[in-house]
């Protein structure tokens, strides 16, 4: 895997992926940034959500189950004096499908937390990870 990030001016840089893919990063007017991307430790916290919603999501769609909406919601805490990493970070799924069971979903969270997502176990070395879960049968 690879990936490059170019300076622009300010604060401001341009990450682009091995996949061609490009985010726009910045920081606060405060550091010489205009405000107009996301910051990187953000991208940290974005990555990890994006990263265990795909396990959950992909674990359900192999047990039959079908999902019709899944958001994860992401809180962390970080530390007061440099560096200023993660020290708490807190998991929330919202899964909604019509016949999703509290076993299978807690499942899916579990492994995802434990055996399938690479940012949660990496995060989880430093950072206390904790996770919980609500389903929405709609």
Not at 117 to 134: F, N, P, Q, R
């Amino acid at each position: 895997m690879k990936a490059r990030v170019k300076w622009v001016e300010g604060a401001m840089m341009v990450g682009e992926s091995g996949s061609g893919h490009a985010v726009v990063m910045d920081g606060p007017p405060d550091f010489g940034g205009r405000n107009l991307g996301v910051r990187p430790m953000e991208m940290l916290l974005l990555g990890l959500g994006g990263c265990t919603q795909f396990d959950v999501l992909l674990i359900l769609r192999k047990g039959r189950y079908e999902v019709t909406g899944c958001e994860v919601e992401l809180e962390a805490e970080r530390a007061e004096s440099e560096p200023k990493v993660f020290t708490r970070i807190h998991i929330h799924y919202r899964v909604t499908g019509p016949k999703l069971t509290d076993k299978a979903v807690g499942r899916a969270v579990k492994l995802s937390a434990e055996k399938f997502c690479s940012a949660s176990i990496m995060l989880g070395a430093m950072a206390e990870v904790t996770h919980d879960y609500e389903i929405l049968n709609v």
